[in-house]
């Protein structure tokens, strides 16, 4: 994997930064492509957060390259969207839990957060409940990719006015 970081352009970073609703795309242990949908979080990365069981996590463990499509929400007036390809890192649990995040792995440890840079304190075994991401993401049920950008840009044209 080559060390050069590429630029998300403006018009991309700022669509990205306003849209969840993400079409991940992956690959099959055969090479086939496979499509997933779920929510992303962008702040300068694109960041991912799924079950560590799941088949996206494996099949990103495999094989780290990745295509997200990330659009509007499917009854906006104009669509709009945006892709994003790269390559995936499955975030360390120390980096998740630093004091200081990026703004998108902010929103991705802690989505009930809104982006807060406060440290998630998951409660105890005992008292978990329904939207403990960070708890998740502590005990090992859930993990954080963080997708580095080979190329990004807007969908233009894709659909009839």
């Known amino acids: 994997m080559s060390d050069e970081v590429h630029s998300v352009p403006e018009d991309a970073a700022g ?15 055969d090479g086939s492509p496979t499509a997933h949908p779920m929510a ?17 996590a494996k099949n990103l463990e495999r094989d780290d390259r990745i295509c997200c499509v990330v659009t509007n929400p499917s009854d906006a ?15 360390p649990q120390d980096e998740v839990f630093a004091d200081e995040v990026p703004p998108g792995l902010a929103w991705a ?12 304190e998951p409660p105890p075994e005992n008292l978990r409940k329904i939207g403990d991401t960070a708890g998740r993401v502590q005990r090992g049920l ?20």
């Open 15 to 29: 669509f990205l930064e306003s849209s969840r609703r993400t079409f991940m795309i992956t690959l099959r242990r």
């Open 40 to 56: 992303s979080w962008f702040g300068p990365s694109l960041y991912l957060n799924t079950y560590a069981a799941s088949a996206k």
């Open 77 to 91: 007036e104009r669509f709009e969207g945006a892709v994003f390809r790269g390559r995936a890192r499955l975030v």
């Open 109 to 120: 440890r802690n989505p009930r957060s809104q982006g807060s840079q406060e440290k998630p």
């Open 142 to 161: 859930r993990v954080i990719f963080e997708i580095s950008p080979d190329e990004v840009g807007m969908l233009q044209n894709v659909r009839e006015e």
